[in-house]
C-alpha cells in the first residue's frame, strides 16, 4: 500500500473559507433533456467504443466563459456531435488497437499526434512528419486535408495511464483554438486501477478529470474573422478548466446553459473510512497550455502514481509513489493522483471542535455553507441567506495557485478553480 500522512483537518482555515465563499451560483440541478439514462452529473465521462474505433470530426464553436463573453473556438466531437471543448475523453484498454478516423471540417489542414503512443499508423503506413516543397516542415503528422479531408490513425496502446490526443499541424494555434483531448488507456489489470499496480485501485465511481487549458481572445477572434495573427502578440487571457472557468467548473456534467462545454470538474466523493469507504478517489491532472499549472487541491494532497501515462516506480518495480501539497503540471504533462478525505476526530455536536464559533453577527456565510461546522448536520443560517448546501455536505476548493491565472479575462476569482463535494456518509439525505 501507499503511505500517506494522516493529517489534521484544520478547521479555523477550513471554516473561514467556506463562510468566505461568496460565489453565485446557478442551481446546479439540470440533466440533460433527452438522455434516457442521464449520465453522472459528477465524474469523469468516458467516450469508449466496442473496438476501440474512434470518429474525430474537426469543427467550429461558440463556448461561454464566466465574464459573459463568447468566444470562437475550434474542436474535436465525436462523429456528428455537435462541437464541444474540449474534446471527448476517449477511453480504451492496454493491448487495444486504437483507431481513431479524422474527419475534417476545417479551412485549412488538421492532424492528430498521440504523446506517448509508439508505432502510430497513418491510413495504413506508418505516420510521417509532412513537409512542403521547400523542406520546411508544415505538420508533424499526417493530414486530414482542409474543408472535408479524413485521415486514419491506429496504434496499440502499450502503457495505461493518462494521455492527450492533439492536433499536430500548426499547434501553437491550432491546439490553442481548442483541438485537443484525453485519451485514458486503463490497465490489462482492470478498469479499476490506474496502473498495473494492485495499489492503484481506486473507487470507480470517484475518478475526475482536471485538465488545463489556456485562450487568447485576439487568436479567437482573428481566426473568426479570418485575419492572421502575430503569434509574437499571443498572450493569454482566460485560463480553463475541463473546458470552463469557475463557477461553471461546479456544474453538472452536460449542464444545459453549457452546451458546447460539457465536462464538469466537482469533485464529489464520501469521507475515507476503512470499512465503509475504503478506496480512494483519482485525479487525472493534463496541461495543455503553455504554462506550468501549480494545481492546489486543498485539505487533501494528491499521492501521485503515474506521472506522463507511466507508473512512479523505480527500476525494480519500487513503489516511488510522492504525495503533492499542489500538483504542478507541466505544459503537456499528465499526473495521475489518488486522494481521500477523511476527519479523524469524528467532530459532531457532541464532540464539538475545539474553538469558540464566531457569533453570528461576526460570520459571513458564503452560499455552500450548511450553518454548521458538522458534517452532515445543516444548522441555521440567518434570515435573507440563500444556502445551496443539500445536506450538510462540506465544499472545500481546488485551485491554480498561479493566482494571475485564476480570472477571465480580468474577472476575479474564474477560471481553473474547482470544488471537493464531501458528502456525509451514507445512509445520507443528500439528493
Ligand atoms: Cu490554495
Wanted: aromatic share 10%.
Amino acid at each position: 500500500m501507499h503511505m500517506i500522512k494522516r493529517k489534521r483537518v484544520v478547521w479555523g482555515a477550513g471554516l473561514a473559507l467556506v463562510m468566505a465563499l461568496m460565489f453565485i451560483l446557478s442551481a446546479p440541478n439540470a440533466s440533460p433533456a433527452t438522455a434516457q439514462t442521464p449520465p453522472p452529473e459528477d465524474g469523469l465521462i468516458c467516450t469508449t467504443s466496442p473496438n476501440a474505433t474512434f470518429t474525430l470530426t474537426a469543427q467550429t464553436g461558440y463556448i461561454g466563459t464566466p465574464d459573459d463573453n463568447v468566444l470562437f473556438m475550434w474542436g474535436f466531437s465525436e462523429g456528428s456531435s455537435p462541437f464541444q471543448y474540449p474534446g471527448p475523453i476517449l477511453c480504451v484498454t492496454e493491448g487495444d488497437t486504437v483507431t481513431v478516423i479524422l474527419h475534417n471540417t476545417l479551412n485549412e489542414d488538421v492532424s492528430i499526434v498521440f504523446p506517448g503512443q509508439e508505432d502510430v499508423m497513418a491510413d495504413g503506413a506508418p505516420a510521417q512528419p509532412q513537409f512542403d516543397g521547400g523542406g520546411a516542415m508544415t505538420s508533424m503528422t499526417n493530414v486530414a486535408p482542409a474543408n472535408g479531408g479524413s485521415v486514419t490513425y491506429s496504434f496499440v496502446a502499450t502503457s495505461p495511464g493518462t494521455f492527450v490526443y492533439e492536433s499536430g499541424t500548426d499547434p501553437a494555434k491550432q491546439v490553442r483554438m481548442g483541438l485537443f483531448g484525453a485519451l485514458i488507456v486503463r490497465p490489462a489489470l482492470g478498469p479499476n486501477f490506474a496502473n498495473n499496480r494492485s495499489d492503484s485501485e481506486f473507487n470507480p465511481d470517484a475518478e475526475f478529470l482536471v485538465m488545463f487549458s489556456e485562450i487568447d481572445p485576439f487568436l479567437s477572434q482573428a481566426v473568426e474573422r479570418g485575419r492572421p495573427f502575430n503569434m509574437n502578440n499571443y498572450k493569454p487571457r482566460y485560463w480553463m478548466l475541463n473546458g470552463r472557468g469557475f463557477p461553471d467548473t461546479i456544474a453538472p456534467n452536460f449542464a444545459s446553459w453549457l452546451p458546447s462545454q460539457p465536462y464538469g470538474a466537482l469533485a464529489r466523493i464520501y469521507p475515507y473510512d476503512p470499512v465503509a469507504n475504503p478506496k480512494w478517489a483519482l485525479e487525472r491532472f493534463i496541461n495543455m497550455g503553455s504554462e506550468i499549472i501549480p494545481m492546489h487541491p486543498h485539505s487533501k494532497n494528491a499521492l501521485i502514481i503515474n506521472r506522463d501515462g507511466r507508473p512512479v516506480e523505480g527500476l525494480n518495480g519500487e513503489d516511488m509513489a510522492w504525495e503533492n501539497y499542489s500538483v504542478p503540471v507541466g505544459p503537456g504533462q499528465s499526473f495521475d493522483g489518488l486522494f481521500r478525505w477523511e476527519e479523524p476526530e469524528d467532530y459532531t455536536p457532541d464532540n464539538p471542535v475545539p474553538v469558540t464559533i464566531p457569533n453570528i453577527q461576526n460570520m459571513v456565510y458564503g452560499p455552500m455553507y450548511s450553518g454548521s461546522p458538522y458534517l452532515g448536520v445543516p444548522g441555521d443560517v440567518p434570515v435573507g441567506t440563500t444556502s445551496l448546501n443539500q445536506c450538510g455536505e462540506f465544499y472545500i476548493i481546488s485551485h491554480n495557485h498561479a493566482l494571475y491565472q485564476i480570472t477571465s479575462w480580468g474577472a476575479p476569482t474564474t477560471g481553473p478553480i474547482t470544488y471537493m463535494r464531501i458528502d456525509p456518509p451514507l445512509p445520507n439525505n443528500c439528493p
